[in-house]
């Protein structure tokens, strides 16, 4: 079955979009996962561009995508709560409609990109509500030192990298000195957490990739910090074409 819709979150206060993916056969108890687009997505974005669908019809899994625009999955400086509503309000709403398990350990939260990030961030900062996360090509490893290099450039190199737009959208997310806090950052929430407390990792990362140099010493700093994880890599490029690999393979790891 595939749902897309609204629903009105009090967070964000206004409605906004889900797409929602069950298997085919409807039982009355769902593992639950939350799966969350990029930077150029929408909530439609994962059935659009993988095969999600195929995956889910044989599953014990409900799929749930929710929109957050280019928000990365922040508590916005100038705009909405995406935070909030995704890693808070949305869980209770999908809790209260459909037959999906409340458990830590039934409940995982993936992403590409921006939505690694996202997922990362989420997982971290609620390890009692997310037991497992798949973050796939994740941006923002390292943002504690981005947003450094923003405040010393004024932003001008990252607007010729990057282009404007993402600079007015970090501006809008973390303020007009881009301020860094250690809840935005997901190093910083692994390693304050004791290994009891962290959620099952899964990263993914293609070699070909420009975020693949912040995975290795992303990876490096949570051996480091003794945080168990697992990391997978190929020879792949920063597209669908990867991301669609590392959901089945998180499918798979995770027996959703």
Known sequence: MRLHGTVFSQTLQMDTGLTIVTPNVLQEHYRVAYLLHGLYGNHQSWLD????????????????MPEAGRSFYSDMAYGFA?????SEELPEICKS????????????IMGASMGGYGALRCALSHPGRFGKCAAFSAAC???????????ESGGQ???????????????????????????YDVLTLAKSLPPEQLPTLYLTCGTEDGFYPDHLRFCEALREAG??????????????????RALRQAITRFSL
């Open 49 to 64: 561009y993988s095969m999600l669908a195929a995956y889910a019809a044989e599953g014990r899994t409900i799929y749930i």
């Open 157 to 183: 190199a990252f607007a010729a990298a990057f282009g404007t737009q993402l600079l007015q959208d970090f501006r809008a997310i973390f303020g007009e000195r881009y301020d860094w806090k250690p809840e």
């Open 227 to 244: 945080t168990p994880f697992t990391f997978d890599s190929w020879q792949d490029s920063h597209s669908f074409a990867c991301f669609d």
């Open 141 to 151: 490893l390292d943002l504690r030192s981005g947003l450094a290099a923003l405040r």
């Open 97 to 108: 409609i459909f037959h999906i398990s409340a458990q830590p350990e039934d409940t995982v």
């Open 82 to 86: 995406y935070f909030t509503y995704i």
